[in-house]
């Protein structure tokens, strides 16, 4: 049964949002608006994945690179976090949707800070959706920390099992995505949960993201139905 549901539907989906800034550059828009029709569209992709039955979604929101762009969009994607939090999360508790967070919080501002922490409260017993939001995320960061954590811990070599590495990442207590879907077409994992995507599927679309509507997402769910997973093994049939 597990391994028809792992072949059939994915569990966990996450999504490197990518391309909001081209799609406003072809409307000729600032790229905080491609931004906001990201978030716009989000809305979008969170009613399709309770409709599509995907318990799971991690979207890549804020890389621990992109403190490197212009100091305005930094800004402008922060200020788009915490309207988000002030504005959609009545909406999003009273949906059950569970909110969780994967990256350093600590970058942020002190205000910014407590309220994913408040949001993260107030959801934590929801179950219709999980929205684990990679914010301030690297998975280079991730894995170092992780190994910070676990020699602060005093743990030994023979400790360190894939097992026990697991629950020293921000993901801990998740399972490892079993599809990772990229849109805007470029074919890059951008430091996203490399350890975790191991033995992920991958799809990309051209799509940029504020178009990467219901459908579109159907058909990720589709293209990852007909794929023939072996987790390095052969198959089983
Ligand atoms: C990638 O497009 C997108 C981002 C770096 C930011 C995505 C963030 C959001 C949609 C906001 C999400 C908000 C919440 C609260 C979860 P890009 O700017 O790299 O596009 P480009 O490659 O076309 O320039």
């Known amino acids: 049964m597990k391994e ?32 906001r029709a990201g978030v716009e569209n989000l809305r979008r992709i969170l009613r399709a994945a309770v409709e599509f039955d995907v318990p799971i979604l991690t979207i890549y929101a804020f890389s621990t690179e992109n403190w490197d762009r212009p100091a305005d969009e930094v800004e402008g994607l922060m200020n788009i976090l915490q309207d988000v939090i002030d504005h959609e999360l009545d909406e999003l508790h009273k949906n059950g949707v569970q909110l969780r967070h994967i990256g350093r919080l600590e970058k942020l501002s002190p205000v910014l800070q407590e309220k994913v922490q408040h949001a993260i409260d107030l959801t934590s017993n929801n179950d219709t959706l999980v929205l684990n939001i ?5 998975g280079r960061d991730e894995i170092l920390y992780a190994i910070q954590s676990m020699m602060e811990d005093g743990l030994s070599p023979a400790d360190v099992t894939e097992e026990t590495f697991s629950r020293y990442l921000f993901t801990a207590g998740i ?11 470029e074919m890059r994992v951008s ?9 992920a599927e991958y799809y990309v679309t051209d799509t940029y993201f504020p178009d990467f509507d219901r ?23």
């Open 191 to 199: 430091n996203f949960l490399i350890w975790q995507g191991a033995y």
């Open 134 to 138: 990679a914010w301030n995320y690297g």
């Open 215 to 237: 459908d579109a997402f159907r058909a990720a769910l589709d293209s990852y139905a007909a794929r023939d997973r072996r987790f390095g093994r052969v198959h089983s049939t």
């Open 4 to 35: 028809e549901q792992t072949l059939r539907k994915p569990e966990h989906v996450a999504i490197i949002m990518d391309g909001n800034g081209r799609w406003a550059r072809a409307r000729k828009l600032p790229r905080l608006a491609g931004h």
């Open 175 to 185: 399972p490892d995505p079993d599809l990772i879907i990229r849109t805007s077409g």
